[in-house]
């Protein structure tokens, strides 16, 4: 029986195939877990099923979607190319956007409802949370269907096995969409976050009862997207054509570990969360008091 060989994709050995197949796939398993084990213990235990835990279940809900993508991309670096066409190519680039855009949105909605349990007398109700988290999907939609409609445009990552933003034209198509694009889904997200864990700052220092790491989350997010909206920001400006291929791919690599950092951070490290956690793998059932203080 004969078999095909596909070649190694061009500026790659074929052990950096290998090592980002790897990658990705662990990644994706990891953060996959992680967060459908956030959402199967949202379903489940009732006294999780708070509005602020809603939040963190649809942003867990986006995080699998981008752990369903990065499985597909290490799929195809095993392959060694991409078997699904220009078509599955323009899903696949859609599909990530729209995840990766939901994922980091969310992370602003749960800032933003945490600064409301900690800095305001109010607390938001379920009809703003399930409100908010559509408008987030459909705005996350808006902005992953423009490349499809031609502006912007999806194409193949350097190492030919998944699809993304094509930022190596650098044009002015390129560069109309990438503006707006980062300020709405980028930099105001990480404005909220950081302005949001701010002044929860102030107040646990107020109060001298700090109830989780206020510069985390923020943190996460810049070290998570910071690489891959830097590169996309740099090629409006002047070509990658100089740089290495392999060393392309690392600020989408470091991108996909996202899910499985927010999972650590916003469901294993809320105290009411991971208690809901416990009791779904356990049976336990949580003390009265993790249920009181609902951290979100």
Same mark, same amino acid.
């Given at each position: 029986? *004969?078999?095909?060989?596909y070649?190694?994709?061009?500026?790659f050995?074929?052990?950096?195939?290998?090592?980002?197949?790897?990658?990705? @796939? *662990?990644?994706?398993?990891?953060?996959?877990?992680?967060?459908?084990l956030t959402?199967?213990?949202?379903?489940?235990?009732?006294?999780?099923?708070?509005?602020?835990?809603?939040l *963190?279940?649809?942003?867990?809900?986006?995080?699998?979607?981008?752990?369903i993508?990065?499985?597909?991309a290490a799929f195809?670096?095993?392959?060694?190319?991409?078997?699904?066409?220009?078509?599955?190519?323009?899903?696949?680039?859609?599909?990530?956007?729209?995840?990766?855009?939901?994922?980091?949105?969310?992370?602003?909605?749960?800032?933003?409802?945490?600064?409301?349990?900690?800095?305001?007398?109010?607390?938001?109700?379920?009809?703003?949370v399930?409100?908010?988290?559509?408008? @987030?999907?459909?705005?996350?939609?808006?902005?992953?269907?423009?490349?499809?409609?031609?502006?912007?445009?999806?194409?193949?990552?350097?190492?030919?096995?998944?699809?993304?933003?094509?930022?190596?034209?650098?044009?002015?198509?390129?560069?109309?969409?990438?503006?707006?694009?980062?300020?709405?889904?980028?930099?105001?997200?990480?404005?909220?976050?950081?302005?949001?864990?701010?002044?929860?700052?102030?107040?646990? !220092?107020?109060t001298g009862?700090?109830?989780?790491?206020?510069? @985390?989350? *923020? !943190?996460? @997010?810049?070290i998570?997207?910071?690489?891959?909206?830097?590169?996309?920001?740099?090629?409006?400006?002047?070509?990658?054509?100089?740089?290495?291929?392999k060393?392309?791919?690392?600020?989408?690599?470091?991108?996909?570990?996202?899910?499985?950092?927010?999972?650590?951070?916003y469901?294993?490290?809320?105290?009411?969360?991971?208690?809901?956690?416990?009791?779904?793998?356990?049976?336990?059932?949580?003390?009265?008091?993790?249920?009181?203080?609902?951290?979100?």
């Amino acid at each position: 029986m *004969v078999t095909t060989a596909y070649p190694i994709p061009e500026g790659f050995t074929e052990l950096e195939v290998f090592v980002i197949g790897t990658a990705l @796939l *662990v990644e994706a398993l990891l953060g996959f877990s992680l967060n459908m084990l956030t959402i199967v213990s949202y379903w489940k235990i009732k006294e999780v099923r708070t509005p602020g835990n809603f939040l *963190v279940f649809n942003l867990a809900l986006s995080d699998c979607g981008i752990c369903i993508n990065a499985f597909i991309a290490a799929f195809s670096s095993f392959l060694r190319y991409w078997p699904y066409g220009s078509e599955g190519c323009q899903i696949h680039g859609f599909h990530g956007f729209l995840t990766a855009l939901t994922s980091i949105s969310s992370a602003a909605a749960v800032a933003w409802d945490r600064y409301h349990q900690y800095c305001t007398r109010s607390k938001l109700q379920w009809g703003s949370v399930v409100s908010m988290a559509m408008f @987030l999907w459909l705005f996350s939609a808006f902005w992953a269907a423009m490349p499809l409609l031609g502006w912007g445009e999806y194409d193949y990552e350097p190492l030919r096995t998944c699809c993304t933003l094509d930022y190596t034209k650098g044009d002015r198509n390129y560069i109309t969409y990438l503006i707006p694009l980062a300020f709405f889904n980028f930099v105001i997200p990480v404005f909220i976050i950081l302005t949001a864990h701010q002044s929860i700052d102030h107040k646990f !220092k107020k109060t001298g009862q700090f109830k989780f790491n206020t510069g @985390l989350p *923020v !943190k996460a @997010l810049v070290i998570c997207w910071g690489p891959y909206s830097l590169l996309c920001s740099y090629a409006a400006i002047e070509s990658v054509a100089f740089i290495s291929p392999k060393v392309l791919m690392i600020p989408a690599i470091i991108a996909k570990s996202s899910p499985a950092v927010n999972a650590l951070i916003y469901a294993l490290g809320n105290e009411n969360y991971r208690g809901g956690i416990w009791q779904f793998l356990t049976g336990q059932k949580m003390e009265k008091s993790e249920v009181d203080n609902k951290m979100k």
